[in-house]
């Protein structure tokens, strides 16, 4: 069974930096799956953030691409989220999750998500 | 960056009813579209994937048509469990990937 689990601060200071650690269980972060996070303000909809590959190629939204690194710890199953200059904008539920791959093809669909951690920006 | 715009924004059924969820693409994603639920507390859960094939454990009564610009969730009859809000999202044209704005599907 995959899971996948966020972890990292519930605040952050205005102008701060973000950091999130996603674990993965059940699947190798090395498979042929993206890896990916999103976030939703709260009462708000859900916003793609940016995703990794485990060779370290990285996609990002451009409206956060100048604030956002992606990365990856292949001995530790896990990755990584970091936004800086975080403003009240940046509050919300952020969720990593799975894009499932083959070798040969990508399904449209994130098909595994962790709970969720909430991120608050206040001073 | 695509649009996706879902309608209706709110859906007001009755359990044992049929819901249709309408998702529309403002330039072609193809078949690369994906639904999911979201309950209150939750993450979303995907459904359908390449616009209908069903995920793992999904029961049938849920089904993905479309393909192009126009797709279609539905739910042939409504449980109790199925009142959620239903998001669209697409893996076609990127970056970035994009959700719709949700469809909630409340009891009537």
């Known amino acids: 069974q995959v899971q996948l689990q966020e972890s990292g601060p519930g605040l952050v200071k205005p102008s701060g930096t973000l950091s999130l650690t996603c674990a993965v269980s059940g699947d190798s972060i090395t498979s042929s799956n993206w890896w990916s996070w999103v976030r939703q303000p709260p009462g708000k909809g859900l916003e793609w953030i940016g995703e990794?590959?485990?060779?370290?190629?990285?996609n990002y939204n451009p409206s956060l691409k100048s604030r956002i690194t992606i990365s990856v710890d292949k001995s530790r199953n896990q990755f990584s989220l970091n936004l800086t200059a975080v403003t009240a904008a940046d509050t919300a539920v952020y969720y990593c999750a799975r894009f499932r791959c083959s070798s040969t093809r990508c399904y449209a669909g994130f098909d595994y998500w962790g709970q969720g951690t909430l991120v608050t920006v206040s001073s | 960056e695509i649009v996706l715009t879902q309608s209706p924004a709110t859906l007001s059924l009755s359990p044992g009813e049929r819901a249709t969820l309408s998702c529309r693409a403002s330039?072609?994603?193809?078949?690369?579209l994906a639904w999911y639920q979201q309950k209150p507390g939750q993450a979303p859960r995907l459904l359908i994937y390449d616009a209908s094939n069903r995920a793992t454990g999904i029961p049938a009564r849920f089904s993905g048509s479309g393909s192009g610009t126009d797709f279609t969730l539905t739910i042939s009859s409504l449980e109790p469990e199925d009142f959620a809000v239903y998001y669209c999202?697409?893996?076609?044209?990127?970056?970035?990937?994009?959700f719709g704005q949700g469809t909630k599907v409340e009891i009537k």
């Open positions: 999202q697409q893996r076609f044209n990127w970056p970035p990937w994009t």
């Open positions: 330039q072609s994603v193809s078949i690369h």
């Open positions: 990794i590959y485990h060779s370290g190629n990285t």
